[in-house]
């Protein structure tokens, strides 16, 4: 059998990305193009300016990762490209571009979800054994999925409010921190103690589902109550109390999950899986199941994600037609 690469295309964010991928776990090439210097200045994504930046360069990457991998358009065998959820205007500059490369080259083209492929990077660490459980934690999504085979994906839980990575970057703003916060957040909490006293919301219910919302608003009328009765708050202290909540609720609720679904693999991924705090307590709490998250380097938006994604699409020949549109509030459960 003669090799099979797959370029990939990931454009639902502020990430210019594309990848090749040989068979079903050689990760030849992941070019990404972060524009996040572009977004600082205005404390998050702009939609616009993200889809003008994805058009500046999104040839060029596409040009740098058949090259960094070694092949040419001709040794392809898919393009798969990130169709949902995301923003559409950014969706559909990754999405022109991959359409574009296929019906010249003569290739099909193979539709992802971009949560799919937060999840399947644990593909590069390890085969996945199914079926399994997975925490997905970013920027925009919290949710806990169920995997019963390769490409079956099923919600068990999620957010009823702000995303984890969302709580993180509002109340990073509020520190006047940079955008994106996470991970300042993450150091600033290991220097701090946890000694204000945030909400952990739901942890008692019997449910699977999050809200970061009340968690927000808290430390948002903390910070705000302080400054104006003049008092200076530790920022080290309020990362490591704000941390501290967050865990709490992301490690009872994954813990609950896996007393559901007895499975014998756990997934944390997406941006958030960046967290050392995090990566700490599931190494410390989670020792009766095997625990996968990607490397630092695919936790953030990367097309090499997508490409792990679309190797378990290809197997299934799940093709789109070119008139495959963005879908911006994309569900695991929908399926082109
Ligand atoms: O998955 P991702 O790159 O983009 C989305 O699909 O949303 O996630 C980005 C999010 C941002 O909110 C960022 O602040 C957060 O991941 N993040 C972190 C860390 N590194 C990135 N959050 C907590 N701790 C980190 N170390
Ligand atoms: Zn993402």
Same mark, same amino acid.
Request: charged residues 20%; negative net charge; without cysteine.
């Given at each position: 059998m003669t090799d099979r690469y797959i370029l990939a295309i990931e454009s639902s964010c502020d990430e210019t990305s594309v990848a090749v991928l040989k068979n079903e776990d050689q990760l030849l090439s992941n070019i990404i193009a972060s524009q996040v210097e572009s977004h600082k200045r205005f404390g998050g994504v702009v939609p616009e300016v993200a889809s003008r930046h994805h058009v500046e360069v999104i040839t060029l990457c596409i040009q740098d990762a058949l090259q960094e991998a070694g092949i040419e358009a001709g040794d392809l065998r898919a393009v798969a490209v990130t169709y949902g959820p995301g923003l559409v205007g950014a969706l559909l500059v990754g999405m022109a +571009?991959?359409?574009?490369? !296929?019906?010249?080259?003569?290739?099909?083209?193979?539709?992802?979800?971009? =949560?799919?492929?937060?999840?399947?990077?644990?593909?590069?660490?390890?085969?996945?054994?199914y079926p399994l459980v997975a925490l997905l934690v970013s920027g925009g999504h919290t949710e806990l999925v169920y995997v019963s085979e390769p490409g079956n994906y099923r919600i068990i839980g999620e957010t009823r409010d702000d995303a984890v990575g969302e709580a993180y970057d509002k109340v990073g703003r509020v520190m006047g921190?940079?955008?994106?916060?996470?991970? +300042?957040?993450?150091?600033? !909490?290991?220097?701090?103690?946890?000694?204000?006293?945030?909400?952990?919301? =739901?942890?008692?219910?019997?449910?699977?589902?999050?809200?970061f919302s009340g968690l927000k608003s808290a430390f948002i009328n903390l910070h705000h109550n302080a400054q104006q009765k003049g008092e200076q708050l530790c920022l080290e202290d309020l990362c490591a109390s704000f941390q501290a909540a967050v865990l709490d609720i992301l490690m009872l609720k994954t813990k609950k999950a896996l007393k559901a679904y007895p499975v014998k693999t756990l997934v944390v991924a997406g941006g958030v899986a960046a967290n050392q705090g995090l990566r700490e307590r599931l190494k410390e709490e989670i020792t009766d199941r095997t625990v996968i998250i990607p490397p630092l380097r695919l936790c953030g938006d990367n097309a090499g994600m997508i490409a792990y994604a679309a190797a378990i699409e290809y197997e299934k020949n799940h093709f789109a037609a070119l008139d495959l549109n963005a879908k911006p509030s994309l569900a695991f459960e929908d399926i082109e």
């Open positions: +571009a991959a359409k574009a490369f !296929a019906w010249a080259n003569h290739l099909p083209l193979i539709p992802v979800n971009h =949560m799919a492929g937060h999840l399947m990077a644990a593909q590069s660490v390890a085969k996945l054994d921190l940079t955008y994106p916060a996470g991970k +300042a957040i993450d150091e600033l !909490a290991h220097q701090g103690r946890d000694i204000y006293d945030f909400p952990r919301a =739901m942890i008692k219910e019997d449910n699977l589902e999050f809200s």
